[in-house]
């Protein structure tokens, strides 16, 4: 908060308003909510979004028990698009960026932005966030084999869902609350700043369990803030 213009009760109120809105909250609500530039808004929420990364990597190992793993490409549908911004490059996950999710039974979400989904790509994630114990959870994709873990599959291309212990229903959940986020509060988030988008979620389904009083949850986002500072310059370039 050094040299911000914003007032702090309106920080506090933003922080508030990200903690309990579900789906997010638009830098255009925001502005309304508490009377500010749509502009202000905006860099207001990138900075808090910057504090919901809770410095998962310098921590090895965050995820351990059962994990289950997925992924997902975020992006624009073409036949969404205008005429002009379609890349008339085919169909299906053509402009999206990959997303690489990971849950954990007992509740902690990760999720990193990847360059690509291939089998390096996934088991440099997995082997960076998983401890080695883990239960490893997941679909038939090819990038999930020959990991260290013990490895178990659901293979949804033969409509299997559920093979005992093994489903990937909690991490499927997650991207259903971010698509919802996606499609219905934000309408877009652009690939420069996606990871950000994808930690706030993430750090609301970690930290959002109602028995956790909502000052708790507030005060623990706060905490971060202090330890984590994003300017506007930085934010464009």
Known sequence: FERSHVPLHKWIFAF????????GISSMQLSKEIGVTQKTAWFMLQRIREACNS??????????????????YIGGKESNKHESQKLKAGRGIVGKTAVLGMRARAGKVLARVIPDTSRDTVHQILNKYLSRDSVLVTDEHASYKESQFNHQVVNH??????????????????WAVLKRGFYGIYHSFSTKHLQRYVDEFAYRLNEGNVKIHTWVRLDALMARAFSTRITYAELKN
């Open 55 to 72: 410095n998962h990597d310098d921590d090895n190992g965050f995820l351990s028990g059962i994990v289950e793993a997925d992924g997902v």
């Open 16 to 23: 508030y308003l990200v903690v309990t809105s579900r789906k």
């Open 157 to 174: 291309s033969a409509k299997q869902y559920v093979d005992g212990m093994a489903h990937t229903n909690g991490i499927e959940s997650v």
